[in-house]
C-alpha cells in the first residue's frame, strides 16, 4: 500500500539559509499535518492543512510557512534557519481531518543546520 | 491544556516475557483518543493500537492490549511475548475529536533483552 511520501530524506543547510521540506500523503488523503522532533525529544505539532486550507497551528515560528497544494501535496518553508532548527520532520495524512482514518506518518525528512 | 505523561523513560524486558508501559494524561474532553506509537531506530512513527474514549473495552491488536482506566486518566499498553523487533521508543499520544493534533508524551524506550 501506499505510504506517506517526504521528499528529501535528509537535508543539510547552513545557518540563515533557507529549506523546502516536501509531503506527499497517502492517495485521497485530504489532511496534512507537520510535526518537529528535536534529539531526544516526543514530536511536537507544527501545523496541519485540511482540503487546502490550514486547519489548525502549533508551535510553528514566524520564520517557516507551509501549504498544501491542488494535488494535497504539502510543502514546509523554513527560512533564516537556526542551529535549533535541526531535527527530524515528520509529514502525516489522513482522510477529513481524522475523521475518517488516523494519520499516518511518513519516514521523516532529518533537517541538519550547520 | 492537554498534557500527556510517560513516567519511565526507559523499560527492559526478557525476551518472550510481558512488559506494560505507563502512561497518564489530563484533559478536561469527555471525548476523545489515545494511542501508542512505535519508533524504532529507523526513526518511522508506526501506529500500535489506538482506543476511543467512549469505549469501555480496551483495544487489543495481537501481542499489543491496553488497560484504559477512563477514570483515572491512565493509558497503559501491555505487550505479550516480546520480541527482538519491539525494541523501539514508545510513545502515548492523544488527541481530541473535534481536533485533528496529536499531543505525545515524553517517550519509553524499551530493550529487549535476548
Known amino acids: 500500500a501506499a505510504g506517506v511520501i517526504q521528499s528529501p530524506r535528509h537535508l543539510i543547510k547552513e545557518k540563515r539559509e533557507t529549506a523546502t521540506l516536501k509531503c506527499y500523503p497517502i492517495p485521497r488523503h485530504d489532511t496534512v499535518y507537520w510535526y518537529q522532533q528535536g534529539p531526544g525529544q516526543d514530536p511536537q505539532f507544527l501545523i496541519s492543512?485540511?482540503?487546502?486550507?490550514?486547519?489548525d497551528k502549533g508551535s510553528i515560528p514566524d520564520r517557516f510557512s507551509a501549504q498544501q497544494f491542488s494535488d494535497y501535496h504539502s510543502e514546509l518553508n523554513m527560512s533564516s534557519l537556526e542551529l535549533g532548527d535541526s531535527a527530524l520532520y515528520f509529514c502525516a495524512s489522513s482522510l477529513e481531518g481524522g475523521r475518517r482514518t488516523e494519520a499516518f506518518f511518513g519516514q521523516g525528512t532529518r533537517l541538519t543546520v550547520v | 491544556a492537554q498534557t500527556v505523561t510517560q513516567s519511565q523513560p526507559e523499560m527492559s524486558v526478557q525476551e518472550a516475557e510481558t512488559v506494560t508501559l505507563s502512561c497518564t494524561y489530563d484533559t478536561s474532553e469527555s471525548d476523545y483518543y489515545l494511542f501508542w506509537y512505535k519508533q524504532p531506530p529507523s526513526r518511522q512513527m508506526i501506529l500500535v493500537i489506538r482506543q476511543e474514549a467512549y469505549k469501555q473495552q480496551n483495544a487489543t491488536e495481537n501481542r499489543f492490549s491496553v488497560n484504559f482506566q477512563k477514570a483515572a486518566k491512565s493509558f497503559s499498553l501491555k505487550i505479550s511475548d516480546s520480541q527482538l523487533g519491539d525494541a523501539a521508543m514508545y510513545f502515548c499520544a492523544y488527541r481530541i475529536l473535534r481536533n485533528e493534533k496529536l499531543t505525545f508524551g515524553t517517550g519509553t524506550r524499551l530493550t529487549i533483552i535476548p
Open positions: 492543512f485540511y482540503e487546502k486550507m490550514q486547519s
